[in-house]
């Protein structure tokens, strides 16, 4: 089984996000870290080059051909040039369920996609974060 290649790092995620561009899309990620750390009570830390994560958990990818393990962020988001990339929220059945109540975004395999936060329910969205941040480990991991 391959490890994942995505990890925390020590970046400094403010200058991550001073980077991001158009403008609006750092200033939605400035946002987004306000709310991810409020909601889940973790400081961001960047993973790879390009995400903010809060938290984490043992994963084990379900892909039966390429199988890939390690540390994922419970919670995150990158500021794509397109559009946000939100990542757990749609992890779980429940997520997933109040997930079309969120507003306007897309769905990608993993993630969901949100153009500009005004076009959300920040409640909503506060509720998801609170979902995926109180996942459990993957129950296929040997302690």
Request: negative net charge; proline residues 8%.
């Amino acid at each position: 089984m391959a490890e994942a290649k995505t990890r925390p790092t020590d970046a400094f995620v403010d200058a991550f996000l001073d980077a991001a561009q158009p403008p609006q899309r750092a200033a939605d990620g400035r946002r987004l870290v306000e709310i991810m750390r409020e909601e889940t009570g973790e400081a961001p830390v960047l993973w790879g080059p390009s995400i903010v994560g809060f938290g984490s958990f043992h994963s084990v990818s379900p892909s039966k051909t390429s199988r890939t393990e390690g540390e994922w962020p419970k919670v995150g988001f990158s500021p794509r040039k397109s559009a946000l990339s939100l990542y757990g929220l749609k992890d779980s059945a429940e997520g997933a369920a109040l997930l079309p109540r969120l507003g306007s975004y897309t769905e990608g395999a993993g993630c969901v996609y949100v153009k500009r936060l005004e076009q959300i329910d920040e409640a909503v969205l506060r509720q998801l974060i609170r979902i995926a941040h109180a996942r459990p480990d993957d129950p296929a991991r040997d302690d």
